[in-house]
C-alpha cells in the first residue's frame, strides 16, 4: 500500500482525523495556557491538570494497544496492564538512577531501597540504567520480549479466546507477586517514588510537566496512525479474518500465529511505552500496577469507547478516567455503583460503545430493553457477517 | 480382665503411698494444725510442712497443695485460719472461702481480711510434683497424661517407683506411652548395659524430639574423644533407632505436607468449583463469583449476629442460607443481564466484572468497608496428635471434608437428579433440548443459581479463615478460574483433581522457595500446561465440545 493511499484512508476517516485534531489542540493549548497565562487567570492550567492530562493520555495509548487486538482480531488480553507497569518500571530503574546521591541515604550509585536492604553493590540487571537511550531500548525490548515468547507459545498451541484472557491474567498475577518480594530487586512492596530529574530537567517543575504532555500527546497520535497502518495493511485485514474465522485462515494457508503473534508483541510494546510516560508523569510505579483489575479495567475503557475503531478506544479510556477522578473526590460511594452500572449498560445496550451511539441513534427504537438487548446482538451478529463478506 | 485391674490400681495407690510413712490415718486435725505453721513459716519451713502433708497419701490434701501452687491459698487475719480461696481474680473485691479440712464452702471474707501465704519457685516446682502425683490416680486420662509429664520432668526414686507401678497399672495407651518413655529415657541414665539396651528398644519408636536428641547424644564423643556412651552394643542399637526415628520423621512430614496440601487444595477446589458450573457448563465468565461467596461469608456473618450465642448452630445455619442468598442473587443476574449474552464469553466478563464492583459497593455501604470478624466453633479449632511427629488440625481436616461433601452433592444433583439430567441436555445441544421439551430458559437460570449456591457456600467456608470485608471475592477469582481451566473446562472432576493438585504442589514446594515463589511457579506452571494442553487434565471429547470451539 502506498504512502499516499494510506493517508487517503486517514482522511477518509472523519472521526480519525477530529480525534487527531483534538490531540494537536491539546499539544499546542495546554504549553500556551501553562506557560503564557499568568496564574491568577482563569483560563491558566495548573500543574494538577497538567499532570491528570497526562495521566488519561497514557490510559489513551493503553487502550489503543488493547483495542488493535481485541477490536481486530479478537484476542482479549487481561494482562496488558503487566506490559505497562514493565514499561513503567523500567523507566523507572532510569528514574532512580538519576536520583544519584540525593536520595535520603546519599549513595551515590544504590537506590535508597538497596541501601536500606543492605545491598552492598548494584545487580546487574541494574547496570546500564544511568544511561537514557538504554533505558529506551529496555522498554521496547522488554514487554516486546515477553509479549513474542508468551504470545508465540500461546498461538502455536491455539490457546484462545477464553483461555487466552485467563493465562494473561495468570501472567500478570504470577508478575505482580514477584515485583511485591523484596528479593526481586526491585522495591518490593513500595516500588519506585520519590524521583528527581529526567535527562537533567527537574520532574516538578511545569515545563517539564507541559513537555512530557506534548510528547504523550504526539506518541498517542503515533500509537494511533502506526495501529491505523497496520490495520489498514495487507496484514490487517488477514487479522481481521483470523477474528472472524481462525481455522478458515488457516486453512487458506495463512500462518495465522505469526501475524497474531507480532501484533501482539506491537501492542505490548505500545503498552509499554505508555507505562514508561506514565510513570515520570505521576511519579510512582508500584507492584500493584501489575493487578489484574488493572488490566480489566483498561478492557472496559476499550468496551466504553467502542472497540474497533481506536480512537473510540482513546476516548472511552479519558472519559472514564475523567469520571472516576470526578466522582472518587465529589460522590466516593457512588463511584463503584456509576461505573459497574456503565459497563453492564454498555455490554447489554451498546456492544459498539460511546462511538457505536451515532449509529443507534439512527435506528430508532421504540421497544423495551429486552428487544434493544436482541437488536445489540443481532447487530453484533450483522458486523461480523459485513467483515466476513468485505 | 479389664475390670480387676481398674480395682486394683484404685485401691494400690493410696496403700502404696501411706505405705512410706508412719502416719497411716491422717487426721482433719493434723492438716489444720500443719497448715497453721504456714503463715510465719519460710519457704524452706513450708516446704517440710507440704512434704508431711502429701507424705500422708491422702487425696484431700490435693486441693489445699494445688491451692498453695495456684495462689490461692489466704490466711484470715481475724483469726489467723487458713482458708483456699475458690478464685483469687483481682477484679473480685469479696472472695469466697473454702475449708482446707472439710472443702465445704466456708463463707467469704473481704481482700483486706486475708493475706496470701507465698511461693518460691522452689517450693512451686515441689508443689507441681506432688500434686501430679495425686493427679496420676485422677480418673480423667488427660490429667494423668499431664501428671506423667510433670513428674518425668525432674525424675528421682521416688517418682520412679510410682511411675513404675503405674505403668504396669495403667490401661489407657497414650497414658502408658508416655510413662514407658519417661522411664526409658531415665534407664538411660541410670541402668546397666542391658537395661540401657532395653530403653533404646522402647524409645525406638517414639518419634518425639527429644527422644531423637537424647539417643543422638549417646552417639557423641566428650571433647577428649570418648563416647558419652561405653557400651559399643548400646551405641550400634542407638543409631540403628535414631535412623529408624528420622525415617519416621521423614515419612510423617511427607504426610503433613500431603495433608496440608489437600487443605490447600480443597480451599481452591471449593471456591472453583461453583465457577466449573457456570464457566464450565454453561460458557459464562462470571467475574462476580468473588463476590457471590463475599455474599455468603456475610450472611454467615449476619447468622451470627442473629445467634451470638450458638455459634456452631449459626454455622451450620449457615450452609443453606448462603446457597440460598448466592443462589438468588445468581438467578437474577442470569435473568436481567446474563441470558443476553449467552455465546460471547468475553462480554459476559465485562459485564459480570460490573456487577462484582456493584456488589462490593453495596456490602461496603451495607456493612462498611471494615473486616468483620466471624468466629470459629470451639470444636473447629485444636488438633489431632497422629504420633510424636506429625499434628493434624482439625480446622484444615474440616475443610477437606466440608469440600468432598459439597462436591459430591453436586456430582448427585447433576447425575441423579432430573435438574441435572436437564443441565446436561442443554448444555450439549441446546436447541435438540429444547425440542424435546426442556425450558431450557428455565433450566439457564437454575444452572447459574446452582453454580452461584455453591459459591455462597465457599463463602460460609471461607469466613472461618479468611477476613470477611469486601475485597475477599477479588482474591480467589484468579485462582478459581486457573483451577478450572487447568482441570479441563467442563469437567467437574477436573476440578477436583486440578484443585488438589494444585494445593499439594504448592506445599511440597513451599519450605524450598517461601510461599510467594511457590505460588508463582505453581501460576507459571499452569500458564505452561494450558500452552501445552490447552484443554486441561480431563478435556471434554464429543460433539458438543468440538462446536464449542
Redesign the interface.
Known sequence: MSGARRWALIEQDRAGTVFLAVLAVLAIASPILNQLVPASSPFHLSAYWLTLIGKYLCYAILAVAIDLIWGFGGILSLGHAAFFALGGYVMGMYLMRQIGARGVYGDPVLPDFMVFLNWQKLPWFWIGFNHFWFALVVIVAVPAALAWVFGWFAFRSRVTGVYFSIITQALSYALMLAFFRNDMGFGGNNGFTDFKEILGFDLHADSTRVALLVITAGVLAAGYLACRAIVDSRAGRLFRAIRDAESRARFLGYRVESYKVWIFAFSAVLAGIAGALYVPQVGIINPSEFSPLNSIEAVIWVAIGGRGTLYGAAAGAVLVNYAKTYFTGALPEVWLYALGTLFVLVTLFLPRGLVGLGTLRRRTLDAGPAALAIWAIRSEVGASLESKLK | MFGTKLQVSWLLIPVLLCGRTALAQPSGGDVAAALSGLREATFIEKEEVVERLSARGDPSVRPVLAALLEDRLFVRQSDQRVFIVKSADDRLTSLDLIDPVSLAGAGSATRDDLAKIGTNNRLRKRLRTLVARFDLSSEDAAVRLAAVAEISRALDAESLALLRTQSALERHAGVKEEIDIGLALAALDTGDSRARLDAIAALAHSLRPPVRNRLASLLERTENGVFAEPDGQVRAAAARAVRAIDRWRAVSRVVEMLFFGLSVGSVLVLVAVGLAVTFGVMGV?N?AHGELMMLGAYTTYVMQLALPNHIAASILLAIPAAFLVSGLVGVVLERT?IR??YG????T???T??????L??VV??VFSANNRSVETPAWMSGTIQVNGALAITVNRLCIILFTLVVFAILQVVLKRTRLGLEIRAVSQNRAMAQAMGIRTNRVDAMTFGLGSGVAGIAGVALSQFTNVGPNLG?SYI?SS??VV?FGGVGSLWGTLVGGLSMGVVDQLLEPYAGA??A??FV??A???F???W?RGLFPQTGRAAESQA
Not at chain 2, 460471547?344 to 462480554?347: A, G, H, I
Request: without cysteine; aromatic residues 8%.
Open positions: 465468565i467475574m443481564i443476553f449474552l460471547r464469553p468475553l462480554e466478563l465485562l459485564a466484572f460490573g456487577v462484582s464492583l456493584v462490593q459497593q461496603r455501604s477479588q484468579i478460574f486457573m481451566v510467594v515463589l505460588k508463582i501460576l507459571v499452569l500458564i505452561v494450558i500452552q501445552r490447552p
